[in-house]
């Protein structure tokens, strides 16, 4: 099985063109014009991996799209990422209440093209990344002081919420995961990554 060459991560300067000549705006243009707002939801999804990468020192290259887990430690922990937060770019009459995609999927491996047989939860380690600051006015993704972790071992889902879709805050903070900041976040990714061939963890 031939697969692609893997992505070179870009500068940002390389222009767009015809053929060999310039056309005056760059890759950077693009960037600002599609990825500059962090709030949005699909691009907060992306900002939490990010900083789960960051912290776990695994950011490396360049993001794999549609894998079938989000990123995978350097010690080979694999690890789901899902974001949520209280503030939307839409209109709102009050905070919006987070929740989490759960659901057991059957996943795309992107090494060997292939898919699951039966739906499951292929990463080892599952971190909710809360964007918890509540005031438009002063809201920003960069500020890793505005985030809640909140990380769980996948066997803990599959043994308590086997067919659940979503989750929120409320449960799984019944299933032991306690709020941990951006600087506390690999010491909790490796505690939890610790049990996962251990016993189960009490609920």
């Not at 900002?47 to 993001?63: D, I, S, T």
């Not at 209109?91 to 060997?112: L, M, N, V």
């Not at 509540?134 to 505005?146: H, K």
Request: hydrophobic share 40%.
């Amino acid at each position: 099985m031939t697969q692609p060459r893997s992505p070179i991560p870009l500068t940002g300067d390389e222009p767009f063109r015809a053929g060999q000549s310039p056309l005056g705006f760059t890759l950077r243009d693009f960037w600002q014009w599609a990825a500059s707002d962090l709030v949005g939801n699909s691009l907060r999804g992306i900002v939490a991996e990010f900083l789960v990468a960051q912290a776990m020192g695994c950011a490396k290259g360049c993001r794999v799209e549609w894998d079938a887990y989000d990123l995978r430690t350097t010690s080979g922990v694999r690890l789901e990422v899902k974001a949520a937060g209280y503030v939307q770019r839409w209109a709102q009459r009050g905070d919006s209440s987070p929740s989490f995609d759960i659901a057991a999927k059957r996943s795309w491996d992107a090494a060997t093209n292939t898919y699951a047989g039966q739906p499951l939860r292929p990463a080892d380690v599952y971190v909710f990344a809360l964007h918890a600051h509540r005031e438009r006015s002063t809201i920003d993704p960069l500020d890793v002081r505005q985030w809640e972790f909140f990380v769980l071992r996948t066997r803990v889902l599959d043994d308590r919420c086997a067919n659940q879709k979503r989750i929120g805050l409320n449960r799984f903070k019944a299933l032991g995961a306690g709020s941990v900041t951006f600087a506390a976040l690999r010491a909790a990714i490796e505690a939890e990554a610790r049990g996962c061939h251990s016993s189960p963890q009490a609920v």
